[in-house]
């Protein structure tokens, strides 16, 4: 059975308008299975990425977390994976002009996740915030 | 393939395979199942790079590895140089090897990697209705091997391993189709 990323629903994210606000995504792979990173050291993997699409946020940078070297049964050489509990921080400009008060803020998390034999088709999940803008 | 997964036990289990697994894949060592434990291999309607239309019984007589692939899998990228193998070594007495790319991105996506493995059997682009017809097939890859009268006689699920591939192509080669075999029994009595 494909493996699921578990993304628990992000707080209320509290921002004043002008100012960076930092939302960090907690995600989970349960044992055993593994999704690329998102800078696999191999073309035809694909990558872990998260893409904020829509609302009053700028995205500045997008931190993933720090990618492990693994080697699996089906490669030469070890791959750029991560496993377990990881994070992604996204840090937002926020802008001066923004309105007051609460707005969504949507994006999607795409993963490509293998066991050691088996690999499963890519999944977007979305993710959403909410942001109090002060 | 978002919906392959609620047919995957029906499916599979209808298939001969048995069990789903829910943990990581551990290798399949699919035997080739007896003769009276093989059921029909799902036909099935898939296009080819030129658009020509291809049917599993497009192959009737013929022995199929039927191998269920992606361009983004690592295991796949593996078995896929046996295959060129077993194509190339096996082709005159009666096999084929059958790709389906349950790529997304289609034929963009496969067409560039046909050429860099130099797969010199047919590609298809498969769908979602096939995968649910050959059990929900979601982990890639999936293989079966289909005997002379089109029923599936092993499924390996996950990277198998080469020399149970052709274990079951050598053996099923040998055995001439049912009505081949009852006619050479006719006619010996």
Avoid at chain 2, 92 to 117: L, N, Q
Wanted: proline residues 7%; glycine residues 8%.
């Amino acid at each position: 059975m494909a493996p699921t990323l578990s993304v628990p629903p992000l707080p209320t994210v509290k921002a004043k308008k002008g100012s960076d606000v930092t939302v960090t995504l907690k995600a989970s792979l349960p044992s055993g299975y593994h999704a690329n990173s998102n800078k696999p050291t191999e073309a035809y993997l694909i990558p872990l990425t998260l893409k904020w699409t829509a609302g009053p946020l700028q995205v500045e940078t997008i931190t993933y977390p720090k990618a492990e070297m693994e080697k699996y049964s089906f490669s030469d050489k070890p791959i750029s994976v991560v496993t377990g509990e990881f994070s992604i921080a996204t840090k937002f400009k926020v802008p001066a002009d923004a309105q007051s008060g609460p707005a969504a803020q949507t994006g999607t998390l795409r993963y490509q996740a293998c066991d050691n034999k088996a690999c499963y088709p890519p999944k977007n999940l979305p993710v959403n915030v909410t942001v109090s803008l002060e | 393939m978002r919906n392959a997964l609620r047919l995957a036990l029906v499916g599979l289990t209808a298939l001969g395979l048995g069990t789903v697994a829910c943990a990581p894949q551990e290798p399949v060592r699919a035997a080739v199942k007896d003769d009276k434990d093989r059921k029909t291999a799902p036909e099935f309607e898939l296009k080819d790079v030129n658009g020509k239309v291809v049917h599993l019984s497009d192959f009737k007589g013929k022995v199929v590895l039927v191998d269920f692939w992606a361009t983004w899998c690592g295991p796949c990228a593996i078995e896929i140089p046996w295959f060129v193998d077993f194509q190339r070594k096996y082709k005159d007495r009666g096999f084929e090897v059958v790709g389906i790319s349950m790529d997304d991105d289609g034929w963009k996506a496969i067409t560039p990697f046909v050429s860099e493995k130099k797969i010199n059997y047919r590609i298809l682009l498969g769908d979602d209705k096939t995968g649910d017809l050959y059990g929900g097939v979601e982990a890639l890859p999936t293989t079966f091997v289909v005997d002379r009268d089109g029923r599936v006689a092993s499924v390996h699920v996950g990277l198998a391993n080469k020399k149970d591939f052709e274990d079951a192509i050598e053996k099923l080669l040998e055995t001439p189709p049912a009505s081949v075999a009852k006619s050479a029994g006719h006619s010996g009595s």
